[in-house]
């Protein structure tokens, strides 16, 4: 009997993204509301081969359960090893069938798999029968506009055991550019009876409540929006129920980034991840452009942390 997913304290997911949604970041945007968080995704075939390196990048703590850990892979052997080590590291695996980088396409992973719709329920088929936890898939709309088969792939994923499907409505062609196509969450909201979590393009509390009315999905995964601003959690709950929500000040945001380094230092996150998120917490503050090219080249956590609250004082 595949598992369901776990009740969640709010409808919104951090989506994963690599080189962004480290630890720190994700208690950061559970903190502010998001009522699950992605790890971003690691190769279920390097964690089948009991790959240390790659056991090491599972960066999952108690305190962000439920845990959704995400695999990408081809072969369905891989995927159920790898879970089976990830059984009590989360609460829930999330199966990549979206990412359209050429390494992993090249891989036959990732977007790859949309033309392969009976791997794809191999893999689901079996990783839910393997594991005690509930399965979530991941999925594009398809290769490329003539070849959208989002709705027949999740609706093999649910009768293979998913207990949630998230649908990025862009095709693989299209990566991260031009508009996603909402359209399609609501076919397959109608298509499935498991739930259904739409993705793509929401940047604002409008944007979620526009694509719950117009799609009737039952959770929305933000990514790009998050960046830099997990506040963005906090004011679509406050949205939700007030119809209004508190406008974000600089302050705020230089809050945040401080918050967030207290999260990084805890658990030890990479330097890089720091100065990523350094660079994206001070987008669009004024004076920002300098203290940004002077980021760019810091080589220590202490350089940033000295930078940042001198542009603390400046904004104060
Ligand atoms: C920098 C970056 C890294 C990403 N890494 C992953 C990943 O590891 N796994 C995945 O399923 N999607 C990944 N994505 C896709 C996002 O999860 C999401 O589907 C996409 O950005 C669309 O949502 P958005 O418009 O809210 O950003 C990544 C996206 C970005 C921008």
């Known amino acids: 009997m595949p598992s369901p997913l776990p009740p969640l ?3 919104t997911i951090l989506a994963p993204m690599a080189g962004v949604t480290d630890v720190a970041f994700r208690l950061l945007c559970k903190k502010d509301g998001a009522g699950l968080t992605v790890t971003e995704m690691r190769s279920a075939h390097a964690l089948a081969r009991a790959n240390k390196a790659v056991m090491r990048l599972i960066d999952v703590v108690p305190e962000e359960a439920p845990r959704c850990i995400q695999l990408f892979g081809q072969k369905p052997e891989y995927f159920v090893q790898s879970a089976k080590f990830l059984e009590n590291k989360g609460e829930i695996i999330d199966l990549n069938f979206g990412c359209p980088a050429s390494q992993i396409i090249q891989q036959g992973a990732g977007s790859a798999l949309l033309e392969r719709p009976n791997q794809i329920q191999k893999i689901v088929a079996a990783v839910s029968s393997a594991v005690n936890l509930p399965v979530t898939c991941k999925l594009r709309l398809g290769i490329n ?4 088969n989002v709705v027949k792939i999740a609706q093999l994923c649910e009768q293979s055991g998913a207990a949630m499907i998230t649908v990025h409505a862009r095709t693989q062609k299209q990566g991260y550019t031009g508009k996603a196509d909402w359209s399609w969450i609501k076919k397959v909201k109608e298509a ?5 979590c739409g993705n793509g393009d929401v940047r604002t509390p409008e944007d979620y409540l526009r694509m719950k009315t ?3 999905c039952d959770l929305v995964m933000i990514g790009r929006g998050a ?3 997990p506040f963005l959690f906090n004011q679509i709950e406050e949205y939700k129920k007030t119809g209004k929500y508190t406008p974000r000040t600089q302050t705020q945001q230089l809050q945040d980034f401080f918050a967030y380094l207290k999260l990084a230092e805890k658990y030890n996150v990479d330097f890089n991840y720091i100065k990523f998120h350094a660079l994206s917490f001070t ?7 300098q203290l940004r090219e ?6 220590t956590v202490e350089e940033i942390k000295k930078e940042m609250e001198v542009l603390t004082k400046t904004i104060n």
Not at 283 to 289: L, R
């Open 9 to 11: 304290p709010s409808d």
């Open 145 to 148: 506009s003539h070849k959208i």
């Open 192 to 196: 499935v009876k498991i739930p259904i």
């Open 214 to 216: 117009e799609t009737s």
């Open 227 to 229: 960046i830099g601003n």
């Open 283 to 289: 987008k669009g503050i004024a004076g920002s452009a």
């Open 294 to 299: 002077k980021l760019s080249r810091m080589k």
